[in-house]
């Protein structure tokens, strides 16, 4: 076991990880958040995505002792304090949220995204969900959501 | 039909559960932990066939932290059959065989306090095999001579459907055509996977939480497969991340029961995404031959179906979709001489089960794509070919089943115009007479889908509504909603009928201890069906509500009307009373108000649906892009266009992938090729095309407030449009799914870049 202090949406989490435990494991199964999905553990479908240093990224291929010191945001730290985000809004409105499942892992690509470009082209919108898959929505109201989103936070 | 006159349904609305799925709150079976927790997993079959000639699991029982290591010996006599609905239908399987008939298949399972435990646990088991012949080919293990993977043979049942006078038919015919096609397995790919959470306590009870669509059946199979009485067994299904069918059957639960009970600890199986690819259901392989006779008008005189379904290792859905296909089969086209044969074959694949479309979307696949052959050869623009033959509204089929108000003609001729398929088509010839880098291509292809069980079986559900002290309500129901919004839609329904607002209404689900009997999300059934249950259990609410307020007001019911969480005077809204006070005086008189409704189908109205594709076929690659699409459904009267937008964009993005990337392969020992996620080639976003949704003005009288069907008809047309697309791009039928580069490149002519 090693110790590491990681800070999860603004909190100072300090953990005794195994050398080959991911972000994702330590997220659900030591600090009990389980927003973060796992839906293969293989790199291959974003439902664990989490941002790091506010880059989206998948938890399920980061190695925890890795990450001593590096901001995470997880979805239960996307809410502006008792109310939802901008992002999280426009998803439901949008009906961008069917079994769920990817909605966690698709909201920190969107945060990552628009946090980096408040106006993103339907195609970059595209790419930047490129890593997420999700199988209810064929993805239509999922880019409509981040288009809401991204003109709401706009005008904020 | 009642109009919409509180204003709730036609509404975009939501899921119900939406807040907690966007802050990650809504607890999936994999996010519960119970004190004393086990892991539990399994150990598979390395073979296609093989008997098990010896199990030592001596090593493992040994390793410190395993608490129960369980297989043949401990495995519960009775053989069952994993679909709830099929439960009766030739019971084939056993929690563990002493004979094991795919690679993926259970061998054995841990119980052990860790994953890392249990998995070393598993590496310790020594197991000795004796490799039997397999079969992948339906049409091989349905040859004399082949060894029988069960006692009963290696086909099932064959389905014999039919109408007419094929030879007639075939007769009256100017040209017949014949050909095969080939369709692969399909990962449903929920992004969930399986999991399941059993405990069993001292009082002898079995609880499962599990994502499951029909928690009804799952404990009616495991009452069979444990001896235990309903009463016993509690199946729970809190929340489910997907299920397109995939969710139905019994995976994991029997095994973590076994293991529960032998430990006395809960036990957890969560299957890895590679376990999930291997050794879950799939959607059927088929091998497809048809001869169909057409007349040069376009008229089809004559269409001879028959079908090899591979079944895969175990009974499962397999007999319930060959027979739905067939019903299917006499559903769209009005042709009078027909027949439909299915040949269900055992194969050593992972098992087959139910999928969304149900056997359907091979079957309009394999139609759709030879219409357009012939629609060709006729010189007959495919639409008109197509909608030449279907039937019209409050026909009766061939076979003289009511087909409810079948809208097909309309959704094509809506579509056409969405689409702008001429100017589509004349964008195709263009490329065709002049051929660039990119080939262009436009399909189309229609399809109709039930909404209901009826006709196959009794299909019934119930909805149970209680008024709390303060006027607002609970539902109980036991709908599995998959993310698809049926829960979202029964509260609506209440909603509607009650005037009390939907934040109001809470949703008590899929628990078989506090919910009534549901047979399950199967066959498009949750709106038909269980919205019906919903109004009608709204219905006796409203009476009970009407009952306590006319007392309570000194006024005729008939005087009264529910509306703004209110029983309200019709000629004098000013006078009213609030639910509250309606709750607070049937307590005084020492009454409830609590009603049920049970709702009973007694039509399956059919559905349908045209989806319109256009391609891009890049000679050099192979690569195909689909550029744009359109979809037109009937689904009677649209409730929430937002919900059946999202189910018809699901659907496509799952056909898009049958057509052109998805497909389970097996190499020649029958393992499968490529088990990650990656490896199914679902389609991402960058990849999808911009789709247009429309729905007809339409209405189905017998539905709730004139609903019917979606979710599964939404793919059933799919990848036959995209399909015949790709086709007429190249200009060479192509007859295998997924069509994929490899092949395209085959029948391209090579691109030359000009000048050169
Ligand atoms: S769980 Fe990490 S990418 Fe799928
Ligand atoms: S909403 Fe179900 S996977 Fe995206």
């Known amino acids: 076991m090693e110790s590491v202090t990681l800070n999860v949406n603004g909190k100072d989490c300090p953990v005794q990880v195994e050398k080959n435990w991911t972000l994702l494991y330590v997220l659900r199964e030591v600090l009990d958040l389980t927003g973060t999905k796992c839906g293969c553990s293989t790199n291959d479908c974003g439902a664990c995505r989490v941002l790091v240093d506010g880059e989206a990224k998948n938890s399920c291929c980061l190695l925890a002792r890795n990450l001593q010191g590096c901001r995470i945001v997880t979805i239960e730290g996307i809410a502006r304090g008792g109310e939802l985000h901008p992002i999280q809004k426009a998803f439901i409105e949008a009906g961008a949220v069917q079994c769920g499942f990817c909605t966690p892992g698709m909201i920190i690509s969107t945060k990552g995204l628009l946090d980096q470009n408040p106006d993103p082209t339907e195609e970059e919108i595209r790419k930047a969900l490129e890593h997420n898959l999700c199988r209810c929505t064929g993805y239509v109201k999922i880019v409509e959501a981040v288009q809401l989103a991204a003109k709401r936070l706009r005008e904020e | ?756």
């Not at chain 2, 049926?486 to 329904?493: F, G, I, K, R, V």
């Open chain 2, 1 to 756: 039909m009642d109009a919409f006159e509180n204003g709730v349904l036609g509404k975009d609305t939501p899921v119900l559960d939406a807040n907690l799925k966007v802050t990650g709150q809504l607890k999936y079976v994999d996010d519960l932990k119970l004190p004393g927790m086990l892991c539990g997993k399994i150990l598979f079959s390395p073979y296609a066939h093989a008997k098990i000639l010896s199990v030592d699991a001596s090593e493992a029982e040994r390793l410190e932290g395993v608490r129960a290591v369980v297989w043949y010996k401990d495995a519960p006599a009775t053989r069952y059959n994993g679909n709830g609905e099929d439960s009766d239908i030739l019971p084939s399987e056993l929690v563990f065989d002493r004979e094991v008939r795919y690679v993926g298949d259970k061998v054995a399972a841990v119980a052990a306090e860790t994953p890392e435990i249990a998995e070393k646990a598993l590496r310790l088991i020594r197991v000795t095999y004796e490799e039997l012949p397999f079969y992948l080919d339906p049409r091989e293990a349905a040859a004399p001579g082949a060894l029988a993977l069960h006692e009963t043979g290696n086909i099932m049942e064959e389905v014999k459907l039919s109408a007419g006078d094929l030879e007639k038919g075939f007769a009256e015919a100017d040209e017949i055509f014949e050909s095969e096609y080939e369709v692969p397995a399909i990962y449903h790919a929920p992004m969930e996977p399986h999991v399941s959470l059993s405990v069993y306590g001292a009082d002898g009870k079995l609880t499962i939480y599990t994502p499951s669509q029909d928690v009804f059946g799952k404990r009616k199979n495991l009452a069979k497969i444990f001896s235990l009485p309903m009463n016993r067994i509690r199946v729970v299904s809190p929340a489910m991340g997907g299920g397109f069918g995939g969710k139905i059957d019994l995976v994991t639960e029997p095994v973590g029961a076994l293991l529960a009970m032998k430990t006395g600890r809960p036990v957890k199986i969560t299957y890895r995404r590679s376990e999930d690819i291997q050794s879950t259901t799939t959607r059927h392989a088929e091998h497809i031959m048809i001869r169909t006779g057409v007349k040069k008008s376009g008229e089809i005189t004559a269409c001879d179906y028959t079908v090899y379904l591979s079944a895969g290792a175990q009974s499962g859905a397999t007999m319930s979709v060959a027979w739905a296909a067939g019903g299917k089969f006499f559903k769209l086209f009005k042709t009078p001489n027909l027949r439909y044969h299915a040949i269900p074959v055992y194969t050593n694949r992972a098992v087959a089960g139910a999928m969304r479309g149900f056997g359907s979307p091979q079957l309009f696949y394999a139609l759709n794509s030879q219409f357009n052959t012939i629609a060709q050869k006729l010189g007959m623009d495919l639409c008109a070919f197509e909608t030449l033959n279907f039937f019209d509204p409050n026909d009766c089929d061939r076979r003289g089943e009511p087909l409810g108000n079948l809208q097909a003609k309309r959704c094509v001729a809506r579509g056409m115009e969405l689409f702008d398929w001429q100017s589509a088509l004349r964008e195709q010839e263009a490329s065709r007479r002049n051929p660039g880098r990119y080939l262009v291509g436009v399909g189309m292809a229609a399809a109709p889908h039930g909404s209901s069980l009826f006709g196959v079986m009794p299909d019934t559900c119930g909805v149970m509504l209680k008024m709390n002290e303060d006027g607002s309500l609970t539902m109980f129901t036991g709908v599995s909603d998959m993310g698809n919004g049926s829960n979202t839609m029964q509260t609506m329904l209440i909603s509607e009928i009650l005037g009390i607002p939907m934040d109001r209404i809470a949703c008590v689900k899929t628990d078989t201890e506090t919910t009534l009997f549901d047979v399950g999300a199967y066959a498009s059934r949750g709106t038909y069906v269980g919205g019906g249950a919903a109004v009608k259990a709204a219905k006796s609410m409203r009476t009970r509500i009407l009952r306590e307020a006319a007392e309570l007001m000194g006024l005729e019911r008939r005087q009264l009307c529910l509306r703004d969480n209110c029983v309200a005077d019709r000629h004098n809204p000013e006078r009213f009373v609030t639910m509250a006070q309606i709750a607070e005086h049937a307590h005084q008189k020492e009454r409830d108000i609590c009603v049920s409704g049970v709702f009973g189908t007694k039509a399956a109205p059919i559905s349908a649906g045209a989806h319109f594709a256009q391609v891009l076929v890049d000679r050099e690659t192979g690569e195909v892009t689909v550029t744009r699409y359109a979809a037109v459904h009937d689904v009677g009267k649209p409730l929430n266009p937002l919900a059946l937008e999202g189910q018809v964009h699901g659907g496509i993005q799952m056909g898009l992938g049958y057509a052109l990337s998805e497909g389970i392969r097996l190499d020649e020992k029958g393992r499968v090729q490529g088990t990650r996620l990656r490896d199914c080639h679902l389609f991402t976003a960058p990849q999808m095309p911009r789709i247009q949704v429309e729905f007809l003005d339409s209405n189905e009288k017998t539905g709730p407030y004139g609903a019917k069907s979606v979710g599964e008809c939404a793919t059933v047309p799919s990848a036959a449009a995209v399909a015949n697309a790709v086709s007429n791009a190249v200009g060479y039928a192509f007859r295998t799914l997924p069509i994929r580069k490899e092949e395209i490149l085959c029948h391209v002519k090579p691109f030359e870049t000009p000048g050169l």
